[in-house]
């Protein structure tokens, strides 16, 4: 592949995260250095399968030039989207409704015709199956894990995740600064739909009373218990941080609305299966049904905030600027070693490729026995567990 690549493209899938303008600029000055031309697909594979949208074309030229300021900007010069599944498009049939269809032809011949040899793709772990499944297609890729809550199997840092970790925990020291002064207790809920990995290192970071994750089943009478405790030597205040994802011990597995539920079949493919204003949405309800737990078993004023739709901004810290570019110069490696169908990992302190079956349909999940809790338990953080 060496000598056979001229020109390779980028395009990100899955929506916004700190640091995307840097794994552009680390993949144009790494092929620059091998004498290969860089363009970028606008907003996942639009730009290819939806032209008609883009005056300027769904195609960008990408030079040093181009990328030299970029490396600490906010946002994504390519755009992003949370559907880029070119397997399943949208699209208005000849009776005016909306039907998904399979264009992954069409996509791979214009791949083809566009000139791209290959292509390195920027998105997190539910589209690595799609991935793979183009690249049996005959798609030479490489993928490159985002992920604001680390939940990318094989890779022990998601770009985008170091830069949503400093923002929640700069968000629950002023949460908790909020509580001292109202004596309350805020509940604040952050992403982690399957992985604590945010609630935990945040929540240890600010000294919180409580964490509660996925991957811990909670019971609020435990999590009360340990805020009555606190108030009890005269700190009327606390904090809980919870997962998007926590769930109590009542249901572990499923309970009352679990996943036989007729509504959450009846709905589309976000649907949590619980009943209520958090049916397709969950964001929020975590924070709201702990809110109200606790309230009732301390009788203290509790607070649900809810920071899931404002971790994914802000500027990348200097820790995924520099993860940014390794990714990028990683990608470009693999496929000056004619490695396709892979993904480029950081295994501290190398960064690595291994197969994209090493990734899909798994969860980097917090191992209950892990160093992390353990320390978490030693500072008198409780799990409710």
């Not at 949460?175 to 929540?203: D, F, M, N, Y």
């Amino acid at each position: 592949m060496a000598e056979q690549t001229k020109r390779i493209a980028i395009n990100f899938g899955g929506g916004y995260a700190p640091g995307l303008n840097a794994v552009i600029t680390g993949i144009v000055l790494a092929a620059n250095e091998l004498g290969w031309e860089t363009v970028g697909i606008r907003d996942g594979y639009d730009g290819l399968l939806f032209p008609d949208r883009y005056p300027e074309g769904g195609l960008m030229e990408l030079t040093p030039k181009t990328t030299e300021n970029l490396v600490g900007t906010n946002g994504c010069i390519l755009g992003t989207t949370p559907q880029a599944d070119p397997f399943n498009v949208r699209t208005l049939n000849s009776d005016g409704m909306i039907e998904e269809v399979d264009r992954s032809d069409e996509l791979l011949a214009s791949i083809e015709a566009a000139g791209i040899d290959a292509v390195i793709s920027v998105t997190g772990s539910r589209a690595l199956g799609i991935l793979w499944k183009l690249s049996r297609k005959g798609l030479r890729t490489v993928c490159i894990p985002k992920s604001l809550e680390n939940d990318v199997a094989s890779t022990m840092l998601s770009f985008g995740f170091n830069s949503t970790l400093s923002f929640i925990t700069e968000m629950l020291g002023r949460a908790v600064q909020a509580a001292q002064s109202t004596r309350q207790i805020a509940v604040v809920e952050v992403p982690g739909q399957h992985a604590g990995w945010l609630a935990l290192q945040a929540g240890m970071a600010v000294c919180a009373d409580a964490v509660l994750i996925p991957e811990l089943h909670y019971d609020s009478e435990k999590v009360a218990a340990k805020l009555r405790q606190k108030m009890a030597s005269g700190r009327s205040y606390g904090l809980v941080v919870v997962a998007e994802g926590a769930e109590p011990i009542a249901d572990r597995n499923g309970g009352s609305n679990g996943n036989g539920s007729k509504m959450k079949s009846a709905l589309s493919p976000g649907a949590t299966g619980k009943e209520g204003l958090n049916v397709i949405e969950r964001s929020g309800r975590s924070a709201a049904d702990v809110a109200l737990a606790v309230q009732r078993l301390t009788d203290q004023q509790t607070y649900p905030i809810v920071l899931s739709k404002l971790a994914g901004g802000g500027s990348p810290t200097v820790v995924d600027r520099q993860l940014g570019l390794g990714y990028g110069i990683g990608a470009v490696r693999a496929l000056k070693n004619n490695e396709t169908g892979v993904m480029v990992v950081f295994q501290p302190p190398d960064v690595k490729i291994v197969p994209l079956t090493d990734a899909i349909n798994k969860v980097r999940t917090i191992p209950a026995d892990s160093e992390m809790i353990q320390l978490a338990r030693a500072m008198g953080i409780a799990f409710g567990d």
